[in-house]
C-alpha cells in the first residue's frame, strides 16, 4: 500500500530536480562554447584574422641595383630572394600576433626588426656587387616597410598598394604576403637579363615594378575570391590572365633591350606562375 511522501520530501525531490537541470544546461552551454557557435568557425576565424593583421609592404630593391657582375649574380640573388623570405616570416608573425601588444607593438616587434634585417641583406648585395664594379650607395633607404591593409598604416618608405609574393629576387621580388588562399610565386625576370643597356633602363626597370604590381593585383583577386569557383577556378580567372599581362610585359623588357643590344630570348618561359599554399 502506497504511502504519501512527507511534505519536507517533497520538497527536497523537487530542489534536486531543480538543480539537475541548472548542471545540464551549464554542460551545454559549456559545450557549445568549447565546439564553437557554428561548424567551421575555426576557419573563419583564421581568415577574419590574417585580414585583420594587414601585410607587410616594402620597396622593391632589385631595381634600383645597377648592372649585376657575373661573379657577384649568384650572391645577389640569394640575398634578393633572402628579402622575400624575411617578409613571408613577418607577415606570418603579423596574423600569428594579431591583436597583441599596445599601439606600437607592430612596429616595435616586427616592421622594426624586419628594417633591420633588410638593412644588412641590402649592404650584402651592394658589396657583393662593389668587389668587382662601382659599390651602388643609397640602398639601405629601401629597408624600412610599411602595413597595408585593416591593419593599419606604418611609417616607413613608400611602396606599391598591394602586396606580393613575387619573383624571388626579381623586380620588387622582395616583397611578399601568404594569405589564408595561398599566395602566388612567379619566377625571377630580372635575374635573367643580360647587362641592361642605359638607355633601356629606364623602361626596364618600369616594367620590371609592373609585373610585382601585377602580381600584387592577382594576390589581393587570390584572397577576395577564396572558395569561390570551380576546381579550375584559380587557373583560369587569376593565373591564366597574370600570364598573358606578364607575356606582353615580359616582351616589352625584351624589345627596350634589344633597340641597343642584343635582345634577350626565351623570356616568355618566365610568364607562369604558381599558387602556393
Given amino acids: 500500500m502506497s504511502r504519501a511522501l512527507p511534505k519536507y520530501n517533497k520538497r527536497r525531490v523537487a530542489m534536486i530536480g531543480g538543480a539537475s ?38 620597396p622593391a630593391v632589385a631595381p634600383s641595383l645597377p648592372a649585376v657582375p657575373a661573379s657577384a649574380k649568384a650572391e645577389v640573388d640569394r640575398n634578393l630572394a633572402l628579402l622575400n623570405t624575411q617578409i613571408a616570416e613577418a ?14 607593438f607592430v612596429q616595435n616587434a616586427i616592421l622594426g626588426p624586419l628594417k633591420d634585417k633588410r638593412v644588412a641583406t641590402v649592404n650584402r648585395i651592394a658589396t657583393a656587387i662593389g668587389r668587382t664594379a662601382a659599390k651602388p650607395q ?110 606582353s610585359t615580359i616582351d616589352r623588357i625584351a624589345i627596350s633591350i634589344g633597340r641597343t643590344a642584343a635582345r634577350p630570348t626565351g623570356l616568355d618561359s618566365l610568364a607562369a606562375c604558381t599558387v602556393a599554399q
Fill in 138 to 247: 643609397g640602398l639601405d633607404a629601401l629597408a624600412p616597410c610599411t602595413l597595408n591593409g585593416a591593419g593599419g598604416a606604418a611609417t616607413g618608405s613608400a611602396a606599391p598598394s598591394a602586396p606580393a609574393t613575387a619573383q624571388a629576387g626579381g623586380a620588387a621580388g622582395d616583397t611578399g604576403a601568404a594569405t589564408a588562399a595561398g599566395a602566388i610565386t612567379c619566377p625571377d625576370v630580372a635575374s635573367q637579363l643580360p647587362a641592361v643597356p642605359a638607355s633601356a633602363k629606364a623602361e626596364v626597370d618600369r616594367n620590371l615594378t609592373l609585373l610585382n604590381t601585377q602580381i600584387a593585383e592577382a594576390n589581393k583577386r587570390l584572397a577576395d575570391t577564396a572558395g569561390q569557383g570551380g576546381p579550375n577556378f584559380v587557373q583560369n580567372a587569376i593565373l591564366g590572365p597574370l600570364k598573358d599581362k606578364r607575356t
Fill in 91 to 104: 607577415n606570418k608573425r603579423l596574423v600569428d600576433t594579431a591583436g597583441q601588444g599596445g599601439p606600437n
Fill in 21 to 58: 537541470a541548472v548542471v545540464l544546461s551549464a554542460a551545454v552551454i559549456a559545450g557549445s562554447a568549447l565546439a564553437g557557435e557554428t561548424p567551421g568557425n575555426g576557419a573563419t576565424n583564421a581568415t577574419t584574422k590574417a585580414a585583420a593583421a594587414g601585410t607587410v609592404n616594402c
